[in-house]
């Protein structure tokens, strides 16, 4: 799967990892930013996303710094195995909102841009089919589009989406770049969250089967 073929409303195309059909843990996984600013005189490029996360992938391009903010995605959703390369390869990444927000990064999207937001995050769920969402940031949990949770899970921080015959399971953490974000704080949410979608889309994956393989919340699969 590569990132051609979205519409003219997907202004900024999602990166997808080369190995983003195996997932995480088993579950196709969409990491959900909230914005992106123009800085440094930066022109318009739908390969924004792209860009970024190659650079923090593979080492190529000019965004190959270790930035915190990647660094901060990655121990919160994998702190087993914390390699950029393997990591970035197994997940997709977009970020809601489809405009420049301003030039800073504390520069607020309008409730315009969220609503223009709804159509691509639609398409591109659509397109991609994750099984786990997770949605970086309290605002954008609160904008994005309402959805019952899974049975028995907390509201707040849990939804499930359906679409077309699938079901993607999101979830949520404050945003990376927030005072006072520390992993360590989310890890038990996001980890749940990931191993619902993962068990959700392995039931899916063995209908009719004898024998279905499933994940516990420690990552240690049982068979029933």
Not at 26 to 33: E, Q
Not at 130 to 135: E, K, N, Q, R, V
Not at 162 to 169: L, M, R, S
């Amino acid at each position: 799967m590569n990132s051609t073929g979205f519409s003219e409303h997907v202004r900024f195309l999602p990166w997808i990892g080369k190995h983003y059909e195996n997932g995480l843990r088993g579950a196709k996984t969409l990491i959900l930013g909230e914005s992106q600013y123009r800085q440094y005189g930066e022109r318009f490029s739908r390969r924004w996303n792209v860009d970024r996360i190659e650079g923090q992938a593979d080492g190529v391009g000019k965004y190959t710094g270790g930035w915190h903010y990647w660094t901060k995605i990655i121990k919160t959703l994998s702190p087993a195995d914390t390699d950029p390369h393997r990591f970035w390869h197994s997940v997709a990444y977009c970020n809601f909102i489809q405009d420049f927000t301003g030039k800073v990064a504390r520069e607020r999207p309008t409730e315009s841009m969220w609503l223009r937001g709804r159509r691509p995050f639609g398409e591109i769920l659509l397109r991609l089919r994750p099984d786990f969402i997770l949605a970086l940031g309290q605002q954008l949990w609160n904008h994005l589009p309402a959805a019952p949770s899974p049975a028995g899970e907390d509201a707040d921080l849990y939804r499930q989406y359906p679409t077309k015959g699938h079901v993607t399971i999101a979830t949520m953490t404050r945003h990376p770049s927030s005072f006072g974000f520390r992993y360590a704080d989310w890890r038990r949410t996001v980890v749940h969250g990931l191993n619902l979608a993962a068990r959700n889309a392995e039931r899916t994956r063995c209908t009719g089967r004898r024998l279905c393989t499933t994940l516990d919340d420690s990552g240690s699969r049982t068979r029933r």
